[in-house]
């Protein structure tokens, strides 16, 4: 049982480019998220979705692009690279919060996706 | 404006003793906190979590502590072992009134712990 997958662990991009984080999970949870952890900061929500089809914004949500087409996936798009978006970016999944409640379990996360852009 | 605040970055504790973690909030709508534990290079992984109409939980060596009036609680892990060295989250997810909740959950900034062998 893989749980949340993501690739590529690492990254450098040039500002201006773009890149997909690609997060995949087998545990046919409804509900994904992305995180980015930057130094000090805590995990800022960037978007979530609650099924395939639905998305929404989280806190930190500009400069990128999520998609849901399956219950699987849920890759973020990063359009315009800038040095703002270097950071450590998780993905996460999890049950339904009334689910989450009963079973009282949490998220659980992929190994992250370090980028930098220079 | 942090609703979920660790104010320790960290801790240093010997092998064996108790250690103590700490977690402050300020929504009150809170009613579900958890906590995580993080080596470096991985993702976060559940530890232990608390529902808002208990004020403990214990699961092994971990426990959670909750005043809910004092919008605070702790965690415990005694004794505290060499490989529970991590940076620990505390999380909080708000109940919704209008249901259909998103199970969003909100982080605070760490602490890491440090135990000494």
């Known amino acids: 049982n893989a749980g949340v997958t993501q690739t590529p662990k690492f990254r450098i991009l040039k500002i201006g480019q773009s890149m997909t984080l690609q997060c995949t999970q087998d545990?046919?949870?409804?509900?994904m998220y992305w995180y980015r952890q930057d130094p000090g900061m805590g995990l800022k929500l960037i978007y979530y979705?609650?099924?395939?089809?639905?998305?929404d914004k989280g806190e930190v949500p500009n400069g990128y692009n999520v998609s849901r087409s399956t219950t699987e996936d849920f890759p973020l798009r990063l359009e315009l690279a800038a040095p703002s978006q270097t950071s450590v970016y998780f993905c996460?999944?999890?049950?339904?919060?009334?689910?989450?409640?009963?079973?009282?379990?949490?998220?659980?996360f992929g190994s992250g996706t370090r980028l930098t852009v220079v | 404006d942090q609703q979920v605040k660790q104010n320790s970055p960290s801790l240093s504790v010997q092998e064996g003793r108790i250690s103590i973690l700490n977690c402050d909030y300020t929504?009150?709508?809170?009613?579900?906190f958890l906590w995580y534990k993080k080596y470096p290079a991985e993702g976060p992984t559940f530890l232990i979590s608390?529902?808002?109409?208990?004020d403990k939980n214990e699961d092994g060596r971990f426990t959670v502590f909750l005043n809910k009036s004092a919008k605070h609680l702790s965690l415990h892990i005694v004794p505290s072992q060499p490989g529970d060295s991590a940076v620990y989250f505390c999380?909080?997810?708000?109940?919704?009134?209008?249901?259909?909740?998103?199970?969003?959950?909100?982080f605070g900034t760490g602490t890491l712990l440090a135990v000494q062998p």
């Open positions: 996460a999944s999890s049950y339904s919060r009334s689910l989450s409640l009963r079973r009282y379990v949490g998220y659980t």
């Open positions: 545990m046919n949870h409804n509900y």
């Open positions: 979705s609650v099924g395939a089809g639905i998305t």
């Open positions: 929504n009150s709508m809170f009613d579900y």
């Open positions: 608390i529902s808002s109409i208990k």
């Open positions: 999380a909080a997810s708000e109940r919704k009134n209008y249901g259909g909740a998103t199970n969003k959950l909100i």
